[in-house]
């Protein structure tokens, strides 16, 4: 059974930085795409950051590139996401994503080319 689960958010004053985790078990982690999304009130879920399995490629959205950075993590099946300089636009719940394949590629944004996710983690960033 695979099981993904978030953690780390939090409260941040505006340009401030937090580090969100995920750790997937009951899956081989490097026959996975892993993902990060987002989703605000009112709002569409939205695809900010893939890392392909096997040491592949990272993608980001606009959004967040050259802000935030899609990452494994030290411990066994563990992704990060280190999250620089936040903007109040960036207040929302956070949530963590495997796909059934190993490499983000085309479509790697749509929340329906993934297959498992977590429960979510709320970040909030205070102006």
């Known amino acids: 059974q695979v099981k993904v689960v978030e953690s780390g958010g939090g409260l941040v004053q505006a340009g401030g930085s937090l580090n969100l985790s995920c750790t997937a078990s009951?899956?081989?982690?490097?026959?996975?795409?892993m993902g990060w999304f987002r989703q605000s009130p009112g709002k569409n879920r939205e695809g900010i950051a893939c890392l392909s399995g096997r040491g592949g490629g990272t993608y980001y959205s606009a959004s967040v590139k050259g802000r935030f950075t899609i990452s494994r993590g030290n411990g066994k099946n563990t992704l990060t996401l280190q999250m620089n300089i936040l903007e109040s636009e960036d207040t929302a719940t956070y949530y963590c994503a495997a796909r059934m394949i190993n490499y983000c590629s085309d479509g790697w944004s749509r929340s329906s080319a993934y297959s498992y996710w977590g429960q979510g983690t709320q970040v909030t960033v205070s102006s």
């Open positions: 009951g899956l081989t982690f490097d026959d996975y795409a």
